[in-house]
Nanobody
Framework: VQLVESGGGSVQAGGSLRLSCAVS???????????MGWFRRAPGKEREGVAS???????GYADSVKGRFAISTDNAKNTLYLQMNSLEPEDTAVYYC?????????????????WGQGTQVTVSS
């Protein structure tokens, strides 16, 4: 399984970026229930969840990005996206995409999941 992020870069506050995550080998449609998501780690901080999308189409967002970020998938291209608008300096971080199975009522990011290598997003004021 491979997840490869792209689309990171430097942007001024108020700008936009779209991150992409090409997924291969996971064949998530082969799983009955799965999760795809974006996480980030800012300098000196713990990794945090940003947005997720599940096999039933339901999405979830961190409070800090609600109304600014949007997660989506293109199943035909096996690609996960994160559209980021109205970027703020606080959004500066390494962004990671992840794919995981969902069972027991939870997305198993750390026990049964796969991660990309990360892409840097830098927002200047």
């Amino acid at each position: 399984v491979q997840l490869v992020e792209s689309g990171g870069g430097s942007v001024q506050a108020g700008g936009s970026l779209r991150l992409s995550c090409a997924v291969s080998g996971f064949t998530y449609r082969g799983y009955r229930v799965y999760c795809m998501g974006w996480f980030r780690r800012a300098p000196g901080k713990e990794r945090e969840g940003v947005a997720s999308i599940e096999s039933d189409g339901s999405t979830g967002y961190a409070d800090s990005v609600k109304g600014r970020f949007a997660i989506s998938t293109d199943n035909a291209k096996n690609t996960l996206y994160l559209q980021m608008n109205s970027l703020e300096p606080e959004d500066t971080a390494v962004y990671y995409c992840a794919a995981a199975q969902r069972y027991g009522g939870r997305c198993r990011w750390y026990s049964d999941g796969y991660w990309g290598q990360g892409t840097q997003v830098t927002v200047s004021s």
